[in-house]
């Protein structure tokens, strides 16, 4: 396979040697921003995004190796435009306060110290994204935030998508539920402020999710019990049924070995 490869990449150097000067930096440009983007090996711990599979929760919680997947530079460049404009709308929202807007961001790290939710800890702070483990549940997430807005706590979850997908939107995805659950669980605030932004021309619209205990136990807290005992079993546990869970899945060659 490694030898299939280096051929490859010799089949491209020579071809991108012949190429326009114009082409060949574009070429180079691209492969930069595709070497420096490949799979990491993820942590041991469950994450809000893949509650929606349980046997995507047990590869990973198993420490079992993703497939080794390189993203296209576009897609690659739509997430980072997406970072952008996470961390642009999070300090537009700190500032409404300098405007006497009844509105706070309120510092994930001093709630945690302060509230002391149930088994979270702050592991680290980068800008204004603050990643979190909760120790009970061994479940580690981003936060976008938490505001206090109009004397009401809310947890912030900043989303960008494409024009088609926010035209359409009407209320919370289903899997978005499932996260802002997982961010329920673990920060004890039962609204979440879910803020959706059409990347190509940055309107937004605006839903608030409240989270019951109900939703807590199925969406989270019982899937991450269901998970443990099949880890308990060495038992890989059955496909999930939704295929939209496979799309950008990296556990696909495992999966299709497990069958169904």
């Not at 010799?10 to 930069?32: G, H």
Request: charged share 25%.
């Amino acid at each position: 396979m490694a030898s299939i490869t280096r051929n490859i990449h010799r089949l491209i150097d020579a071809a991108v040697r012949v190429l326009p000067i114009e082409e060949s930096f574009l070429a180079d440009l691209t492969s930069s921003i595709e070497k420096q983007d490949e799979t990491r090996m993820p942590s041991k711990s469950y994450k809000p995004s893949s509650l929606n599979c349980i046997r995507n929760m047990y590869f990973q919680v198993t420490g079992v190796t993703p497939d080794a997947q390189r993203a296209d530079s576009t897609l690659i460049g739509i997430c980072q435009s997406g970072s952008a404009r996470h961390e642009y709308i999070q300090q537009a929202i700190a500032d409404m306060k300098k405007i006497k807007i009844d509105c706070e961001y309120v510092d994930v790290g001093q709630f945690v110290e302060s509230r002391k939710p149930k088994g979270t800890i702050v592991r680290s702070k980068q800008g204004m994204e603050t990643k979190c483990f909760n120790e009970i549940l061994n479940i580690s997430f981003l936060c976008d935030g938490i505001i206090k807005y109009k004397n009401q706590y809310f947890i912030l979850e900043i989303k960008t998508e494409s024009f088609y997908k926010w035209q359409g939107r009407n209320q919370v995805v289903d899997d978005h539920l499932t996260q802002a659950s997982a961010y329920s669980t673990c920060l004890g605030i039962d609204r979440v402020m879910f803020l959706y932004e059409n990347r190509d021309n940055c309107a937004k619209k605006c839903f608030v999710a409240d989270i019951t205990d109900e939703m807590r136990q199925t969406r989270v807290i019982g899937k991450i019990e269901e998970c443990n005992n099949y880890i308990r079993m060495l038992t890989v546990p059955p496909k999930c049924p939704d295929k939209k869970q496979c799309t950008y899945c990296g556990y696909k060659t495992d999966c299709k070995k497990a069958g169904a």
